[in-house]
């Protein structure tokens, strides 16, 4: 079955940047609380202190309400205000994250532990849905290689697959067969390694909201955005090459790793151009979206057509 439809958004959904501008100037005071009422309520504290963190893009943020409401996790349902409708069923606390597989010592981790594992940054990255969309997100958060090297991997740990919570009762999306639950990802060692993955606690300086992956997720900026898998329970350190949700439901379509790469298309679309939300003409999608100065070298000699 295929699962992704090419992009279609309506240009209504689309408001011009000065309206956001405006917008902002107006939420204060009263219309300010109002709003606050209808944000999403973490189950989580606020975070610890972050910094501002030198990989962030200049690229201008998308605001709070654009992030939180048009995205996929498809655990709440297919469509794009799914997430934000039904995320309100999960319960993230308590939280833990398993980490185990070629390592020398696998470890169960609480969600406050894991926020204490290194210091918290605020990452502004860019996010390129493979459908043809994007937005630019400042998470918070810090290098998985962090959480990676408390459990030693041992030398035969080639491969991290990623593993999001497997609760039908939680997750209205998963009582149908949408994809094989629950969602995996994987990333080869040295690109799970790379200081530019990251793991996500945070989005705006507070908790994650529910639909964006709370209270923990992965972000790697350089990819499609469904290697940024949510909700993660389960780290395996593996010797072979995972099998990932997206690749089991169409293998010709969302390979292993989906590198953003403008010059090989998506089997029903093309990937040369993306529309950031919020902006009403179309940009040129960047190679490795925007990242190649720090990851193309892990690529080197790679036929990327083949290893898409
Ligand atoms: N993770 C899980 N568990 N389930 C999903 O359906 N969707 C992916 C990714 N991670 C998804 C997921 C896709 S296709 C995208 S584009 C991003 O989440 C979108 O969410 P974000 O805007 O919060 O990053």
Redesign the pocket.
Known sequence: MSI?TPPRIDPSEITPEGLYLRRRELMTGAAALAAAALLPKAEANALPTFYKSKYSTADKANSYNE?IS??????FGTDKGD?AEHAGSLHTNPWTVEVTGEVTTPKRFDIDALLKLAPLEERIYR?R???GWS?V?PWVGYSLSNLLKQVQPTSKAKYVEFT?LMAPEQFP?QRQAV?DW??V?GLRIDEAMHPLAILVFGLYGKPLPN???API???VPWK????????IVKIRLVEQQPMT?WYKAAPNEYGFYSNVNPEVDHPRWSQATERRIGEFFKRKTLMFNGYGDEVAGMYKGMDLRRYF
Do not use: D, W
Request: aromatic letters at 20%; one cysteine or more.
């Open positions: 992704y992030i048009y995205n996929n996790f498809y655990e997430p996010h849905c493979v459908e937005m997100i999001t999306g994809l629950p969602y990802e639909q964006n992956g997720r992965l972000s499609y955005g469904f290697k940024s898998i949510k909700s949700a």
